[in-house]
């Protein structure tokens, strides 16, 4: 399958599909990203509020809205689920102890939302594709190229996610009683993982799904961040994908940037 047709053809239900971030200052947000990953953007649907899509090349990668002035909720990257039915995936996910938060409800043409909750608190979407099929670029930097729950453990949560989506929880090659991390596969494919961090878990977030973009070089990227007015969370280092940072933007939305391995 070309690229062209992988991204826009509707996902297999449980795949991260798309990423999306709300914030005070949408104009500053927009400069952030521009200037790290070299977005641009176009105007999201009407129903969402001040909302953008990024683009790279003419195609969505992300998006960005931006918070009613009375709401002061935390400032966090959302990654989205895809599901055929929200309706029944919200179902699922309050019968096996998660909950839902907003919605189901319709963001225009372009799909039906939910933003929702698992057992221990981790904050995700669901998204049911209608006219947008979700991240259109995918290999490129600047471009979401993974998903990662952090949380307390592994054993319970990656039940809930086995449930309600059908993954399939492996445990990865380098795990140990010091390394807690499982991959989360549909049709044999790796789609995202769930690392328990146990007591490292951050107090001020709790567990969390982390949005991971490709850059060119993890250090010069981590470098520009501060230039710009983010700062460093964890320093570039080599992780189970490659060479890793996380980073926060001016407003303090927390990511993950990768130079990923070569690819075989």
Known sequence: MTEAAEATRRRTPGTPCWVSLMVHGLGTTEDFYADLFGWEYAVGPEQLGPYVRALLDG???AGIGEMPPDRHLPVAWTTYLAT???DATAEAIRACGGTVAVGPLDAGIAGRVAICSDPLGAIF???QAQTHM????HGAAGTPVWNELVTQDTSAVGKFYQHVFGHEAETHATASDDFDYLTLQLEGRPVAAVHGVGRSLPHDRGPHWVT???VADT???AAKVVDLGGR???PPHEGVGGRVA???DPEGAVFAIVRSRPRD
């Open 246 to 248: 996380t980073v926060a």
């Open 232 to 234: 460093i969370v964890e």
């Open 84 to 86: 055929d039915d929200a």
């Open 134 to 137: 979700g991240t259109r670029l």
């Open 59 to 61: 195609r969505e990668v």
């Open 219 to 221: 250090d010069e990227a």
């Open 125 to 127: 979407g669901l998204w």
């Open 212 to 214: 991971y973009f490709e």
